[in-house]
C-alpha cells in the first residue's frame, strides 16, 4: 500500500522558518505530480505548490516569494522550504501525490497532514 508520511510541522513565530518533507513508501512504479495543500481552521482545503517530476512548479499568489517546492525523485520525497511565516499560514498541511503503481494508470494519495502554527 502507497503510504505518504508527512514532517517538520510545529510552532514558530511570524517570520521564521520551517521545512516539511513528505516521504512517499510503498508500491511506486513513478510518481508524477506532488504537492502541498493546506486547511486552516473554518476553512476549505487549497492548494500551496506543487511540482511536477521535470521540476516544473505553481505556487498559490498568497506563498509566492516565500515558500519552495522541491523533490527528490530517488528519494520519493518532496519538500516545501517556508520562509517569512505569517500568521495566516497557521494551517493544517497536506501532502499529495499521483503515483503510478504500475505503467498504466495513476492513483491519487493523501498524507495524513502535519500541523504548522505561526505566532504573532
Known amino acids: 500500500q502507497v503510504q505518504l508520511v508527512e514532517s517538520g510541522g510545529g510552532l514558530v513565530q511570524a517570520g521564521g522558518s520551517l521545512r516539511l518533507s513528505c516521504a512517499a513508501s510503498?508500491?511506486?512504479?513513478?510518481?508524477?505530480?506532488m504537492g502541498w495543500y493546506r486547511q486552516a481552521p473554518g476553512k476549505q482545503r487549497e492548494l500551496v505548490a506543487r511540482?511536477?517530476?521535470?521540476?516544473?512548479?505553481n505556487y498559490a499568489d498568497s506563498v509566492k516569494g516565500r515558500f519552495t517546492i522541491s523533490r527528490d525523485n530517488a528519494k520519493n520525497t518532496v519538500y516545501l522550504q517556508m520562509n517569512s511565516l505569517k500568521p495566516e499560514d497557521t494551517a493544517v498541511y497536506y501532502c499529495?501525490?499521483?503515483?503510478?503503481?504500475?505503467?498504466?494508470?495513476?492513483?491519487?494519495?493523501w498524507g495524513k497532514g502535519t500541523l504548522v502554527t505561526v505566532s504573532s
Open positions: 499529495n501525490a499521483d503515483i503510478f503503481p504500475t505503467v498504466l494508470s495513476a492513483m491519487d494519495y
Open positions: 510503498g508500491s511506486i512504479f513513478s510518481i508524477n505530480r
Open positions: 511540482i511536477t517530476r521535470s521540476g516544473s512548479t
